[in-house]
């Protein structure tokens, strides 16, 4: 499989500070996705950025994309304790459906 | 998006007995839905690939035999682990996809913790 690396795989930071989170992966893709899970419970589509993108913004989110790196940056700005979760990347490859989850960040915001 | 329920919650059994997870897309008529299989702090890893009306396709590695998918309608996906042992102790997840299938964007059960002791 081509799981995706993610580094840090885990991050502590005060609320009101910036999260970085980056996410690597093997081969070429058609788009790349960000997902977020708190302790114990499923998966929240965050964003999606497609191939052809290199960057994208969603409310306090912005994702980039780089293929020529195979690897994408996820910030989180103006961080709340509620931001507490694990971060997922996940890519699509191919013409296939699949998602190949990456390694995850742990991300803990304190107040 | 999607709105997808997943019975049980959690779930502790004996050795040796089989467990039905239950995967429903409450909102959404679903003609694929994935399950996936997540250690305690570690990634999801796919299990399956669930298509209404016909066999689920599993990854490598992972037993057929053993983690049985019924795909029986497009809104009911199950997953049923038989002769569950310790070590298939996790966390099932399952998700949906959209009929957008230029993007892929899944939309994810709030998952299924199995005990076995």
Known sequence: SQQGEED???L?????ENATMNCSYKTSINNLQWYRQNSGRGLVHLILIRSNEREKHS???RVTLD???KS???LITASRAADTASYFCATVS???NKLTFGTGTQLKVEL | GAVVSQHPSWVICKSGTSVKIECRSLDFQATTMFWYRQFPKQSLMLMATSNEGSKATYEQGVEKDKFLINHASLT???LTVTSAHPEDSSFYICSVQTRDLIYNEQFFGPGTRLTVL
Not at chain 1, 12 to 16: A, D, H, R, V, Y
């Open chain 1, 8 to 10: 840090p795989q885990a």
């Open chain 1, 12 to 16: 502590s930071i005060q609320e009101g």
């Open chain 1, 59 to 61: 409310g306090r989110l």
């Open chain 1, 67 to 69: 293929t020529s790196k």
């Open chain 1, 72 to 74: 994408s940056s996820l």
């Open chain 1, 94 to 96: 191919g013409g296939g």
């Open chain 2, 76 to 78: 009911l996906s199950t």
